[in-house]
């Protein structure tokens, strides 16, 4: 009996044995279809969500829906155009709507262009630094949604690299009264040596008010050569109208902007030359005598100030620092031609912090570098920063009100007239 039991117990056994295997492979679930389904569901999501952002943005230009009659109309459609886009979802298809007189700037479409300008200035960022391509591959997959091979990122920074240089080449258009002048030293390898190089900027005001950064050049160092090419390049590109230049006393800098705008003025960078002063002076003496300097631009107008700067230049013979007191004496006419200028403008006028501020930022991002390649690779890197924060608020927001510069001109024209007429007047009588 017991092995009759036995022998059924073992057959019902097999039978639930087989039973379980059929039903184990009854259900098979394929993983990659159904991400691959779940990835297409997303994608077409995403994509009709953009697309539906960007009619809406359209009837809010239109200030009506498609096809509505509205006396509030501004616009009518006409169509649309195809445009891909990569995003985290895979690429969509964005139908763009296009209107017959208004232009649409979207902010889904500016959104997409500030993250392919900071993908792309990764790219050269992280070429540049040296990371593995291997590495570069999932940094891009991370940022872009999109896994690029490395001869799609070689392909790709060369693209970006003539698209700098097409920026850094451009005509300059219209006036630009003030113009700030500044060199920024990076490391380079050179021979198995590490060599600085120097790149140099302009940024201008235009003449309503906005800046722009006009020019990017490598220079092998800041000599007067060096200037001469970057001052005959912008001149070359069609920079006009400049008033005043602002900028350190750098070497040679000056006598080429005598030869190529000899009818601009020229202001030295107060804060370099307080630190130039400084140099002559004892370190229990800085603040006091910083003060006395900071004084001498704190008056209204340049009479005073040069009054106050014979003052200073007698304080520091009787405190026996004869040194600072001959640059004081020398380098002051320098730092105060902003005061031919309006006196709403003065603050940005009597130093390069505008500039400064810039070349920070460009150290910040050049930083993680080390030493480049080449000077061709560092003024690569510098130019798509500057390019990248030239589309930012800091190129998009006004920094001078310029009606102030027109009616110091009208004022002093209208002074001119009358005083010739006066001299007329009297040479007739």
């Not at 380098?331 to 400064?356: I, K, M, Q």
Request: with cysteine; proline share 3%; aromatic share 6%.
């Amino acid at each position: 009996m017991e092995s009759v039991a036995s022998g059924a117990s073992a057959a019902r056994d097999v039978a639930g044995g087989g039973r379980r295997e059929a039903l184990d492979g009854a259900i098979v679930v394929d993983t990659g279809q159904v991400r691959g389904h779940l990835d297409g569901v997303v994608r077409e999501a995403v994509e009709e969500t953009l697309n539906r952002l960007l009619d809406e943005e359209a009837d809010r230009v239109c200030r009506a829906q498609r096809y509505e009659r509205s006396p509030d109309r501004q616009d009518t459609r006409s169509g649309s155009y195809e445009r891909k886009l990569q995003t985290k979802a895979g690429e969509v298809t964005l139908k763009v709507p296009r209107l017959r007189r208004l232009p649409l700037e979207t902010a889904i479409i500016e959104r997409y262009k500030r993250r392919e300008s900071s993908v792309e200035e990764a790219l050269i960022e992280m070429y540049l630094a040296g990371v593995s391509m291997r590495r570069v591959e999932d940094i891009t997959e991370a940022l872009w949604g999109v896994r690029t091979s490395a001869s799609t990122v070689s392909t790709m920074a060369q693209k970006v690299y003539g698209q700098i240089e097409a920026w850094r080449s451009r005509p300059i258009e219209g006036e630009h009264p003030y113009v700030y002048l500044d060199g920024i030293w990076l490391k380079r390898s050179w021979g198995g040596e590490v060599k600085s190089v120097a790149v140099l900027i302009a940024i201008g005001v235009d003449a309503d008010g906005y800046r722009e950064v006009l020019a990017v050049a490598e220079g092998t160092k800041e000599d007067a050569e060096s200037w001469r090419n970057f001052l005959r390049s912008l001149k070359e590109r069609g920079l006009a109208g400049v008033r005043l230049f602002v900028s350190d006393k750098c070497l040679g800098l000056v006598e080429a902007l005598g030869e190529f705008y000899p009818g601009s003025s020229w202001q030295r960078c107060v804060v370099h030359w307080y630190r130039n002063v400084m140099t002559a002076v004892p370190q229990g003496k800085v603040r006091e005598v910083m003060a006395m300097l900071k004084a001498v631009h704190a008056q209204e107008d340049r009479e005073a100030a040069e009054a106050k700067a014979a003052q200073v230049v007698e304080k520091l013979g009787s405190m026996r620092l004869g040194a600072a007191a001959k640059i004081v004496r020398e380098g002051v006419p320098e730092t105060l031609s902003y005061t031919a200028f309006p006196r709403e403008h003065w603050r940005s006028l009597r130093t390069n912090n505008p500039l400064e501020r810039l070349n920070r930022e460009v150290r910040r991002r050049t930083r993680v570098v080390g030493a480049f390649p080449d000077g061709q690779s560092a003024l690569m890197l510098v130019a798509a920063r500057l390019r990248h924060t030239a589309g930012t608020r800091w190129g998009l927001r006004r920094y001078m009100d310029m009606s102030r510069l027109r009616e110091m001109d009208r004022a002093r024209a209208e002074e001119s007239t009358a005083e010739t007429t006066a001299t007329e007047t009297t040479a007739a009588a």
